[in-house]
């Protein structure tokens, strides 16, 4: 049996080292974080990033960025790996205190913890800007206030952390009907529960109201102007993508389940996918079996019928459930050799041995810390951008990349970003007159990059997109 206190430890040991030799060592585009750029800036300047706002990261990010090392994108990145390691002990905790109890149960919740943090996608979510490490943090803990009943919680805070992961990422509204779990008791009991918890949620969204704040002070990144009505519920409903829940044929559904079968695979090879779908239906609790159904369910639908490009990094949640059915899955295992002690006393090293036998597989895919490729591209861009240039750029990679290095760190303000995307919108050309008072901008209900050109004659044009190097005239 594993002593209380080494887990935890031996967690945060693994994972940290992992993490801290593969992190990004600053701007990174890589593993779906072309994001980054727009979450770091917006962080630092007091902005509003896109949507749908991402409230409670901001806060929590901001504390890092003033952390007194390296790089403010590694500063940000290494939020996100403290996220992961707090997700992984949490994890643990929950499974220690929901396994039957058992001579091997602590050594279980610890191994499948450990499995959790390696794991390819999770992994690689670690080392970079983006939403989804605090999210999974957000999504084990709500499991966690849900299952535990040993530690006494108040229905509102219950209600309090389901709200607070949906000022995280607007999908963690799906998981809401899980609070009506539970509600065996007498009907004036029910309602009070469901009125606490809906307090709680209440309480924790007022945090969105943090949003026309900072869009009230006109700051460089500003989506939607959220300090208009219109505009807040623009921002917060994430009406850009809107587009996306209807944009896949049938063909292209059946291929993403398709695509799901790989990846889970790639995430806990043959064993690991075989012991999750043991785990499932070995009896789990009620109290686990729910919420871990719900949420596995709902975020891989979402993931699935989602037209977006990057959709796969709604399948995290997916990722944690099922790591908690393989420890159900293992827990049978170590179960049905209790009268083999010395198979059980086997199998448990065992276990972490072709954990770290994996990880010279995992480490090349995820390793960034020799990745440089959106910095070049600053470096590139701006060494080639003639002075005053107007820069009309496509791409997010390349849009916030541009944007991190004017309003981040204060580099080329004599050049005048364009996003081209984003040219119909007016909350953005009232944003970037504030942003660049010099910028002749034609009085037209929706302008085009030639609009501009011809407004500003004697300004040099540069255009920019992912497909295309820098053309400038």
């Known amino acids: 049996m594993i002593p209380s206190m080494l887990a935890p430890l031996a967690i945060i040991l693994v994972l940290g080292i992992c993490y801290i030799c593969t992190i990004a060592p600053d701007l990174t585009w890589a593993h779906l974080s072309a994001d980054g750029g727009d979450l770091i800036t917006a962080t630092v300047t007091g902005g509003v990033p896109h949507p749908s706002g991402y409230p409670l990261y901001m806060i929590l990010a901001r504390g890092f960025q003033f952390i007194p090392i390296e790089t403010l994108a590694f500063r940000t990145n290494l939020f996100s790996a403290v996220c992961t390691i707090l997700t992984a002990l949490v994890l643990y905790k929950y499974l220690d205190r929901l396994l039957p109890v058992s001579l091997w149960a602590r050594y279980i919740s610890f191994i499948t913890s450990i499995g959790y943090g390696l794991a390819p996608f999770i992994w690689g979510q670690a080392l970079v800007t983006e939403v989804y490490a605090l999210h999974g943090l957000l999504m084990i803990v709500c499991l966690f206030v849900l299952g535990v009943n040993e530690i006494k919680i108040s229905e509102w805070l219950r209600g ?20 009506a779990i539970g509600l065996d008791k007498k009907p004036g009991e029910s309602f009070s529960i469901i009125f606490r918890r809906s307090l709680g949620i209440l309480s924790s969204l007022s945090l969105y109201l943090l949003l026309p704040l ?13 300090s208009s009505i219109n505009g807040f519920f623009w921002l917060v409903s994430g009406q850009l993508y809107a587009r996306y829940s209807t944009s896949l044929s049938l063909a292209d559904i059946l291929q993403r389940f398709r695509a799901f079968a790989g990846l889970l695979l790639v995430q806990y090879t043959v064993i690991g996918v075989l012991l999750g ?48 059915w393989i420890a159900y899955g293992l827990f049978d295992l170590f179960s049905f050799l209790q009268d083999r002690a010395k198979l059980q006393k086997l199998l448990a090293p065992l276990l972490f041995l072709l954990l770290m ?7 090349p895919s995820v390793d960034l810390s020799k990745d440089s490729q959106a910095t070049d591209f600053i470096k590139q861009s ?20 541009l944007w991190y290095a004017q309003f981040a760190l204060n580099q080329r ?33 929706e302008l085009h990059p030639q609009d501009l050109t011809y407004a500003n004659p004697n300004r040099p044009i540069c255009y920019i997109s992912p497909d295309r190097p820098i053309e400038c005239k």
């Open 413 to 445: 303000k004599d050049m005048m970003i364009i996003a081209s995307g984003l040219l119909p919108y007016p909350w953005y050309l009232e944003g970037l007159q504030q942003t660049y008072p010099y910028l002749n901008l034609p009085e037209k209900k």
């Open 382 to 401: 701006l060494l080639e951008i003639p002075k005053d240039s107007i820069v009309f750029v496509e791409g997010d990679g390349q849009i916030f990349s």
């Open 160 to 179: 309090g952390v389901f709200g607070l992961a949906a000022t995280n990422h607007l999908t963690s509204i799906l998981l809401f009907p899980l609070l």
């Open 214 to 226: 900072r869009a009230v002070g006109n700051p460089p990144i500003n989506w939607g102007n959220a």
């Open 277 to 324: 779908i043991y785990g499932l239906f070995s009896g789990i609790p009620r109290r686990v079996l729910v919420p871990t159904v719900w949420m596995g369910l709902v975020f891989l639908f979402f993931s699935v019928f989602y037209g977006s490009y990057d959709s796969q990094v709604n399948l995290l949640p997916v990722w944690l459930v099922f790591s908690i």
């Open 357 to 363: 036998i994996r990880l010279p597989f995992v480490y």
